[in-house]
């Protein structure tokens, strides 16, 4: 009986993350949270309320991507210069980077 759960849960998910992924990529976080809550307002299963949570969390987190990437490219950089304190606040601000996007996505990645 509990395979069977998980089984449904994650159809529901499934089904969720599919229903996402075919809708436009939202490119700031304004509409990740807009979208976010409609897409809670109209959820009627706690699976799909998951499915719900999973994307806004991704899609929080993506935003963040692209500068954390080009933080870590420049601390190489400048590692190959043998600046290593330089290199390491740049390895800093990017991992802070990462840690304010998933902050970010507990507190508005759940049904207001």
Known sequence: MKVLVVLLALSGSLYCAVAFAQAPKPTTTEQIIVNTQNAFRRAKTPAER????????????ALSKPEQIRLKKQALQIMETNNLNEANNLLKQANSLQDLAETLAVTVCRPQ
């Open 50 to 61: 998951e499915g719900i949570k999973l994307w806004c969390t991704d899609s929080i987190v």
